[in-house]
C-alpha cells in the first residue's frame, strides 16, 4: 500500500529499518509485497506496508526493540506455508512483516553428537540434505519441505509423516534461541540431552505460532541414517480393520515401524484422477488403504523379510483383501506420491471443508463411525475424504463438496460442518488441531474447546512476554491488549 496513506511516523520508520537493513532488504511495493500477504489456501487475504528481511539474529534484535519502543505490530514469517493464517499479516496494512529467509545458515553440524545447529530460516528440505550428506538423519518429513522453513516448522510444532518413529518438532528440539517482543535475547541454544534446571521454556515458544517472541536458530536432533527403508500398500474392507493391521505391524516391527498412513478410496479416486502419473498399485477396488513404511538401521535385520511376515499374518487373519511391496526404491516413492498428492488434488474436485484432527489411536475407527454419517446428514452428497496420519491418531478430515454442487453455497457450511466434527472429537478427548496450530482460522474455537485454567495461563503468559501486544497480534488468543488495527 502507498506510504502516502499512512501516518507521517511511517516514513521515519521506513528511514530507520532501511538505514539497519538497507533498502533492498524493506519491501513496500505491492509487486513485491504480495507474496508475503497472500497463503495458500487463499483465505485469509492480508496487506502490510512493509516486509523486512533481517539477514543475521542481531539485526532481528534491534528491529524487536524499535518496534517495541514504537509500538509497531510485527508479522513473523517463515516459507509462509501455514494452513491456518498465522503467519499472515491482517487486513488493516499497518502491520509490519518480518521474514526470516535470510536466516538461512546451518551453523554447525556435529554427526557425533547428532546434533544440528541451524537458523529459523533454513529449509527443512536443506536441512535434511544437510544430515544425509554427513551420514545422519533429520526426520521431520512433510509435504511443503521444499519451502517450509525451520522456525516455521518450530513455530507450529510441526508433525507430518514422520511422527509415528520420532516425533513432532517438540520432540526434535533440543534448544532454542528467541528474540523477545521487546528486543532481548534469550540465548536457550543448548544441545543436552539431559537438562533439569527449571521450567523447560524452549516449549512456550514452540506450538506459539510467533505470537510470543521470534525463533532465530535452533539446536535440532539427528539420528542415523536408516539403511532400508521398506514400503508397502494395502487395501482394506474397513478403519477397524486398518487399526488391526496398524497393532500387527507395531508388535512386529516395534520401534522400525516409521509410517502408517490411512487412505480412502474416494481419495484415491480424486489422485488418480488429477495427480500426474498416479497409478493404482493394487487390481482391486477397496473401501480403504493403508501405507506401511518400516525402516532398519542394522545390516542384521532383513527388512523384506519383516514386511512380508506382517503381511502374511495379516492375510491369514483376514485383516487385509489385498497387498503389494514395494519392490524399489522409485516405487516406494510413487506409493508414497500418492499419499503426499491427496491434499493437493482436492482443490480439483471443488470446495473443501477442512479438519486437522487428533483422537486416541484406538478410537479412529469409532470417530468415523460417527463423524462420516453425521455429515452426510448434514449435507446430503457431500463426499468425505478422511486420510492422514493413522498411527498418530491425527486425520485431516475433510469433506468435499457434492458432484455439480455450488462451491460458494458448499463453503456456507464450514462453521456448521465444523461443530459437528469437532463436537465429536471433543467427546472423544481429542484435539481440534492436530498439526496444523490455531492461527486465525481456529483462534475463536479454542475458548470452546480448552480446559478454561489452561486458556487463563495461556494469556497470561501472552500478557507476561508481549505487554504491548505487537508480536504477531489476534493469533492463537484474541489477547485483550494486543494490537487490534
Ligand atoms: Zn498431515
Not at 87 to 105: A, F, H, T
Not at 135 to 151: T, V
Not at 161 to 184: F, Q, W
Request: aromatic fraction near 6%.
Amino acid at each position: 500500500m502507498s506510504l502516502s496513506s499512512l501516518p507521517s511516523s511511517f516514513d521515519t520508520h521506513l528511514g530507520w529499518f532501511e538505514t539497519l537493513l538497507g533498502p533492498d532488504h524493506c519491501l513496500t511495493v505491492d509487486s513485491d509485497i504480495e507474496r508475503y500477504c497472500r497463503e495458500p489456501r487463499e483465505k485469509f487475504p492480508g496487506r502490510c506496508w512493509l516486509v523486512v528481511r533481517p539477514g543475521n539474529r542481531d539485526e532481528v534484535v534491534q528491529i524487536m526493540a524499535y518496534a517495541f519502543q514504537h509500538n509497531l505490530a510485527i508479522v513473523p514469517q517463515g516459507g509462509n506455508t501455514g494452513l491456518v493464517g498465522g503467519q499472515i499479516p491482517d487486513e488493516s496494512g499497518l502491520q509490519i512483516v518480518i521474514s526470516c529467509e535470510r536466516l538461512n545458515k546451518i551453523r554447525s553440524l556435529d554427526p557425533v553428537g547428532n546434533v544440528a545447529i541451524v537458523e529459523s530460516g533454513v529449509l527443512l528440505e536443506s536441512l535434511q540434505k544437510a544430515a544425509k550428506d554427513a551420514g545422519r538423519f533429520f526426520p521431520l518429513a512433510l509435504g511443503s519441505q521444499g519451502s517450509c522453513q525451520i522456525g516455521g516448522n518450530l513455530s507450529t510444532n510441526a508433525g507430518g509423516t514422520g511422527v509415528l518413529a520420532y516425533g513432532n518438532m517438540r520432540d526434535l528440539a533440543l534448544g532454542l534461541e528467541v528474540v523477545l517482543p521487546d528486543g532481548r535475547i534469550w540465548n536457550g541454544l543448548r544441545s543436552l540431552r539431559k537438562d533439569n534446571t527449571g521450567y523447560d521454556l524452549k516449549h512456550l515458544f514452540m506450538g506459539a505460532e510467533g505470537t510470543l517472541g521470534i525463533i532465530t536458530a535452533a539446536s535440532l536432533k539427528l539420528f542415523p541414517a536408516p539403511l532400508d527403508q521398506q514400503v508397502a500398500f494395502a487395501g482394506l474392507a474397513t478403519a477397524q480393520k486398518a487399526l488391526d493391521l496398524f497393532s500387527l505391524a507395531q508388535s512386529h516391527a516395534s520401534s522400525m515401524l516409521t509410517g502408517f498412513e490411512l487412505m480412502p478410496r474416494m481419495g484415491m479416486d480424486f489422485v488418480l484422477a488429477h495427480l500426474d502419473g498416479a497409478r493404482d498399485p493394487l487390481a482391486g477396488s477397496h473401501p480403504w488403504y493403508c501405507l506401511v513404511e518400516i525402516s532398519t538401521s542394522s545390516p542384521a535385520v532383513d527388512g523384506p523379510a519383516l514386511l512380508e511376515a506382517i503381511f502374511a499374518q495379516a492375510f491369514e487373519q483376514g485383516i487385509i483383501d489385498d497387498a503389494t511391496l514395494a519392490q524399489s526404491q522409485q516405487q516406494g516413492m510413487d506409493f508414497w506420491a500418492l499419499r503426499h498428492g491427496m491434499s493437493e488434488v482436492q482443490k480439483r474436485e471443488g470446495g473443501s471443508i477442512k479438519h486437522d484432527i487428533s483422537v486416541p489411536v484406538s478410537q479412529i475407527p469409532a470417530f468415523l463411525d460417527q463423524a462420516v454419517p453425521a455429515c452426510q446428514a448434514a449435507i446430503p452428497g457431500c463426499r468425505p475424504v478422511p486420510f492422514g496420519h493413522m498411527g498418530d491418531g491425527n486425520l485431516h478430515f475433510n469433506i468435499s463438496q457434492p458432484v455439480g454442487a455450488d462451491k460458494a453455497d458448499f463453503l456456507a457450511h464450514w462453521d456448521n460442518i465444523n461443530d459437528i466434527v469437532h463436537a465429536i472429537v471433543v467427546e472423544m478427548d481429542g484435539s481440534i488441531s492436530a498439526e496444523h496450530g490455531i492461527g486465525t482460522l481456529k483462534r475463536d474455537l479454542l475458548p470452546g474447546v480448552k480446559d478454561p485454567v489452561e486458556l487463563a495461563l495461556m494469556h497470561q503468559i501472552k500478557q507476561m512476554l508481549d505487554p504491548k501486544g505487537i508480536m504477531n497480534p489476534q493469533k492463537v488468543l484474541a489477547h485483550p491488549s494486543d494490537h487490534s488495527s
